[in-house]
């Protein structure tokens, strides 16, 4: 059964539900939920989330009439990447008392830090909805709402930072961070930000709640939205949306707002009052405020940028409401001009309100609106920060189960085991040295599953992991486990550096982004069997981003991939004294501008192994999936006489093209029948390849007149590399100081 359509009929099973609260959750003496409990099912008397906890959400959480939910400053509620659809649903005669603080926010985030990755929160009122009948249902849980209480109260949010919500449950139903269904006025909502949603920020389905404060961040859809007759007032908004070359995707409206899209004349009408907003958009030919379907309103005190249509008015009831005063704008700056569709409230009627056309925007980052409008930082998230930046020159050691950023520039040491829990995120910025100390303790840093590394550094300012004893072999390296796929035994792994499992079937999983670093000394042995890597990736998939990497003078492999999908490009390795690139467990990724360099025996003080060492796996060679990476760009230079450059064995598949392999006395050498005989039937494939001396073939399958015979092969017992110096000459993208 798919995710979406286990989710829906998990959906209908939900509502089967009637215990007071989840079989995980345990309640303390002082009436809070203890910290880690699991948030599922319905609760029926109030909950108590306590300052500081995290929690994790797995599935619907419905609050029923009477029940109050109370989540305390500092909590932080992960949904769980499962086969669960994840949202907090509070229903008519229930309540939400989320009160964070600026210096402790409440966030609400997911495993998966991807857009659309949990169904944000629904809230269901009794105000008013121009919805046919006065009532409602709730695209998300099904829940009534609708009314005739306006002064209706459905709790407080107060500092509650809203990420990567916009759940997917079909084409028509897709999750907004706040949905807020009839919601009185008797609701308080202040200072809320929604963060990188695949769906709208906030939607007001009729209602006449109140909000201030209210930040979107490069939500895909609408950042605001409002339809069934909303009437209620938004003072101090803010929506920015991420450049599109750096976010992937333009963005749609910044506003968006309708009175009834089946009766545009629907009462109440739908008019609220908007104040001091600061809106700037990412897609050129998109709309920024779209004012349609009968819609009125009051908007004093707003700047819109950032689109080709900064405001577009359309249907006869929308304009006519701006003619004659019913609706108005005032104190108005845009980009561009106002595109009226009807043609009745022209951009002429626009500027002759007082209202400026074609204005600069003044804003060229977030920290510019943020000195606008200091009510909005410290708790609120742009998309180039994260929470918690460490000092200078701080240890990291531990376990971290929140967002950490280390600093750019900064110097930090290493000791122990640094491992970040699933929720939380390592950001470490450019120019970022991290120095393994040299003392008793065994130095690595372990991402876990739902956890992601986001280090990204730049041609000229790299980030360093280096050691102080400046020695192969003097520190762990990074080991980094996803949920893509392996095939070992039972499709599950538990990783050799640390013990953590690894493996799943989402061969998209993003563990993160890993650019522009340089890793110095790893390999450490904490016995015969357990090497550390440069880089181990542990069924790490596609959604993660790897260019630009170095492993230099490592005991062990520079980067070995256990399973997975991710991809990988512009990746050296130097000088590391087993193998350079290693593969196993039917990794299928690619590789694309590859180079291995083992600096001369003379020189180096050791010969390295393998330049690739490649399985399928080594106790099934015929375990699926099979390992098919593809390989394309190689430069392979290695400093032993007797031993293999490129080592194909144990059922690994391959397609490679455009590889020089030499400085081995066996440039290629195939292993096992099954790998051999995909060479020679086409399933995999070697081209425009050429290597220094002739193939040699265990089973004598793929010889090298087979080799010979396929395009643009050749041996050439010339080919070499005198220094690392001619490689740089011969790729371009090797240019800056990342790769010493």
Not at 306 to 327: D, F, R
Not at 412 to 439: F, N, P, W
Not at 609 to 623: F, Q, R, S, T, V
Request: proline letters at 1%.
């Amino acid at each position: 059964m798919s995710r979406k359509l286990f989710s829906m009929a998990l959906l209908a099973g939900m509502a089967l539900l009637s215990a007071s609260c989840s079989d995980d959750e345990t309640t303390n003496n002082d009436g809070g939920i203890a910290d880690g409990t699991t948030l599922s099912g319905t609760i029926t008397e109030d909950v108590t989330l306590k300052s500081g906890n995290t929690y994790k959400l797995s599935g619907a959480y419905t609050v029923e009439e009477g029940a109050t939910l109370n989540i305390e400053p500092g909590v932080k509620i992960v949904a769980v990447y499962d086969d669960n659809v994840d949202y907090i649903l509070i229903k008519q005669g229930a309540k939400i008392n989320a009160k964070g603080t600026a210096s402790a926010p409440i966030i609400m985030t997911s495993e998966k830090e991807e857009s659309g990755a949990w169904g944000g929160i629904h809230i269901c009122g009794r105000a008013h909805t121009n919805a046919e009948g006065g009532k409602g249902s709730s695209e998300i849980g099904g829940a009534e709402y609708g009314g005739n209480d306006d002064k209706d109260n459905s709790g407080v949010l107060q500092y509650v930072r809203l990420e990567y919500t916009g759940y997917a449950f079909d084409e028509e139903h897709e999750a907004n961070g706040i949905s807020f269904y009839g919601v009185g006025s008797g609701t308080t909502v202040d200072h809320c930000q929604a963060y990188q949603g695949s769906d709208d920020g906030f939607e007001f389905f009729g209602g006449s709640v109140n909000v201030s404060n209210m930040v979107v961040t490069s939500c895909s859809d609408d950042s605001f939205d409002w339809t069934e007759g909303w009437n209620g007032t938004a003072t101090d908004l803010i929506a920015i949306q991420e450049a599109e070359e750096t976010l992937g995707y333009a963005c749609d409206c910044l506003i968006e707002a309708d009175n009834n899209e089946n009766n545009y004349s629907a009462t109440p009408v739908a008019h609220p009052t908007l104040k001091n907003l600061i809106l700037v958009g990412n897609g050129a030919a998109g709309k920024g405020v779209h004012l349609r379907r009968g819609t009125q309103v009051t908007i004093e005190n707003a700047e819109i940028y950032g689109k080709q249509n900064a405001i577009y008015v359309e249907s006869a009831e929308t304009e006519n409401a701006l003619v004659n005063g019913t609706s108005s704008m005032s104190n108005v700056s845009i980009s561009g001009i106002l595109t009226s569709k009807e043609g009745i409230y022209t951009n002429a009627e626009f500027e002759a309100d007082g209202n400026k056309a074609n204005q600069a925007n003044p804003y060229t980052s977030y920290e510019d609106i943020i000195a606008k409008c200091p009510w909005a930082a410290g708790w609120t998230k742009n998309w180039s920060e994260s929470d918690n930046v460490l000092a200078n020159e701080s240890t990291l050691q531990g376990t971290i189960t929140n967002d950490i950023t280390l600093g750019a520039g900064n110097t930090y040491y290493l000791s122990g085991a640094y491992t970040v829990e699933a929720g939380a995120t390592l950001h470490i910025q450019a120019g970022v040295k991290i120095i393994s100390k040299y003392d008793d303790n065994v130095d690595y840093i372990l991402i876990k599953q739902g956890a992601k590394i986001n280090a990204t550094g730049t041609a000229d300012a790299p980030i360093v992991m280096t050691a102080e004893k400046q020695s192969a072999g003097a520190w762990g390296g990074i080991h980094i486990c996803g949920r893509a796929h392996t095939n070992a035994e039972g499709g599950k792994g538990s990783s050799e550096i640390g013990g953590a499992e690894y493996g799943g079937s989402d061969d998209k999983d993003n563990s993160g982004v890993l650019q522009y670093v340089r890793l110095e000394y790893t390999g450490y042995a904490f016995d015969e069997e357990h090497e550390a890597n440069g880089i181990s990736f542990y069924g790490v998939g596609s959604g993660t981003t790897v260019d630009h990497c170095v492993a230099y003078q490592g005991s062990d492999d520079g980067f070995e991939f256990f399973g997975g999908s991710v991809n990988v490009s512009n990746m050296v390795v130097i000088s590391c004294s087993d193998d350079s690139f290693d593969w196993t467990e039917g990794w299928n990724g690619t590789a694309t501008d590859i180079v291995a360099y083992q600096e001369p025996e003379a020189t180096l003080g050791y010969d390295c192994d393998c330049l690739i060492e490649a399985d399928n796996n080594e106790n099934n060679y015929e375990a699926t999936p099979v390992a098919h990476p593809t390989l394309k760009n190689l430069i392979l230079v290695g400093n032993g006489g007797s031993k293999q450059g490129v080592r194909l064995r144990r059922g690994t598949q391959v397609t490679m093209d455009n590889a020089q392999i030499c400085g081995k006395g066996k440039a290629l050498t195939v292993e096992s029948t099954e790998t051999e005989n995909a060479l020679v039937n086409g399933t995999s494939s070697i081209t425009n390849t050429t290597i220094s001396n002739n193939v040699n073939s265990e089973k004598g399958i793929y010889t090298n007149d087979v080799f010979a015979a396929a395009t643009g092969n050749k041996v050439d017992a010339n080919l070499s590399y005198a220094s690392l110096e001619d490689i740089k000459k011969a790729c371009d993208w090797m240019t800056g100081s990342w790769v010493d």
